[in-house]
Each structure stands twice: as structure tokens, then as C-alpha cells.
């Protein structure tokens, strides 16, 4: 089954504790990328990225860091969680295609709590 | 950059009834648009898209959108809503000059009543 795996689901932890949340995709494909969510707000993305080796920061990249190591993890990572990094967190990937834009496949969101 | 818009956060209706989620985005040049929708513990799902063509466009569970270029719009209908239409919808738009770049709206969420 094609899909896009997130972990974990839920997780409170405290200011500073480092953290990172995994995403996995199992459908080969280039691009993928970590949004929030928060009410009101809609989805923003946090970091992208085009290919194995290739990431990019999205509109608000402060407090995070990613890596592409390889094609199918793009793992999120929060070296000191603070309390506005409170939210829902989705990873997604697509094919990448320069003229077309590809279907966004998502992950079920991994909610998170810092205290 | 581009701005989404949907000017109701929530719209509350009758099971049976129409409804309408409206979408404005920022910029007139030629871009793509999309409607995902998120059920209640589930990630986004796309729901619909323009890309190019006839600017009615249509998902399998009767919803449509319509693109309108001279308003900047893409607003989204059903004629006839299920209780199973209860989720967020998001509108987003792919913008071709920023690398398809995807910027999405603040959501609509729908509550279909029996």
C-alpha cells in the first residue's frame, strides 16, 4: 500500500529536550516536505526537499533542520524544542515534475506538545 | 508571494443542503489550483484539481470548483452534502514561476448536521 509514514503520532516533551519526528515513503518519490498546521493558519511549509542530498528551507524553517540521506526518510528535527513549536506536524511527498505539479501524498500528522 | 484566502473558517450545515467554500488567491498570473481535504485524525487528501482545460472541474463524491481567472477564485460546491463531508478543506495554489511551489489557505471547516 502507498503511503507515508510519520513518527510518532503524539508526543509531549519539554523545552529542550531534542527531538525528531520520522517520515518514510514507500512510492519512490523525489520531492517531500514537513508543513504545520495551526488553527487558523492552514498548512506552512517548514522544509522541502527536491531529491537525495537536496533539501530547502519553506517559509518558516527557524528551529528546525532536516536531512536527505535518503530517497524514501526525510526525518524532521527539533535540536531545542520550545513552547511555539507546539502543533500538528505533516510530512508529504509527490513525484517532481518541473512543468506539472504532482499530487501532495501526506502522512496522518504527528501531534506535538512542548512544555 | 502567493496568498490564499477562504473568508469562512467554519461553515455549519444541514445534512442535504448545498454548500459553498470560497477560495481567493493573490495573483492573476497563470498558476494551479487544488482543493485537499482532511478528515477528522487523517492527513490532507487531495480532493480535486485545475491544471489547465475546462475551468469547471469535478471529484468523484460530487464536489466541483469552478476557476475563475478575472476574480482570482476557485471556490469549491456541493449540491447535495453527507454527513461523511464532515472534515477541513483547504484550497492551494501551485505557482509555476516559484518551482510549483505550494501555498495553502487557512481552511474550512465543515459540519454537516443531520
Known amino acids: 500500500e502507498a503511503q507515508v509514514t510519520q513518527n510518532p503520532r503524539y508526543l509531549i516533551t519539554v523545552t529542550g529536550k531534542k527531538l525528531t519526528v520520522t517520515c518514510s515513503q514507500n512510492?519512490?518519490?523525489?520531492?517531500m516536505s514537513w508543513y504545520r498546521q495551526d488553527p487558523g493558519l492552514g498548512l506552512r511549509q517548514i522544509y522541502y526537499?527536491?531529491?537525495?542530498?537536496?533539501?530547502d528551507k519553506g517559509d518558516v524553517p527557524e528551529g528546525y533542520k532536516v536531512s536527505r540521506k535518503e530517497k524514501r526518510n526525510f526525518p524532521l528535527i527539533l535540536e531545542s524544542p520550545s513552547p511555539n513549536q507546539t502543533s500538528l506536524y505533516f510530512c508529504?511527498?509527490?513525484?517532481?515534475?518541473?512543468?506539472?505539479?504532482?499530487?501532495?501524498?501526506f502522512g496522518e500528522g504527528s501531534r506535538l506538545t512542548v512544555l | 508571494a502567493q496568498s490564499v484566502t477562504q473568508l469562512d473558517s467554519q461553515v455549519p450545515v444541514f445534512e442535504e443542503a448545498p454548500v459553498e467554500l470560497r477560495c481567493n488567491y493573490s495573483?492573476?498570473?497563470?498558476?494551479?489550483l487544488f482543493w485537499y481535504v482532511q478528515y477528522p485524525n487523517q492527513g490532507l487528501q487531495l480532493l480535486l484539481k485545475?491544471?489547465?482545460?475546462?475551468?469547471l472541474v469535478e471529484s468523484i463524491n460530487g464536489f466541483e470548483a469552478e476557476f475563475n481567472k478575472s476574480q482570482t477564485s476557485f471556490h469549491l460546491r456541493k449540491p447535495s452534502v453527507h454527513i461523511s463531508d464532515t472534515a477541513e478543506y483547504f484550497c492551494?495554489?501551485?505557482?509555476?514561476?516559484?518551482?510549483?511551489?505550494?501555498?495553502f489557505g487557512g481552511g474550512t471547516r465543515v459540519l454537516v448536521k443531520p
Open positions: 495573483s492573476s498570473v497563470s498558476v494551479y
Open positions: 485545475y491544471l489547465s482545460g475546462s475551468t
Open positions: 508529504a511527498s509527490s513525484y517532481r515534475d518541473r512543468v506539472l505539479p504532482g499530487e501532495l501524498f
Open positions: 512510492m519512490n518519490h523525489e520531492y
Open positions: 492551494a495554489v501551485s505557482d509555476p514561476a516559484a518551482g510549483n511551489k505550494l501555498t
Open positions: 526537499s527536491m531529491n537525495v542530498e537536496v533539501t
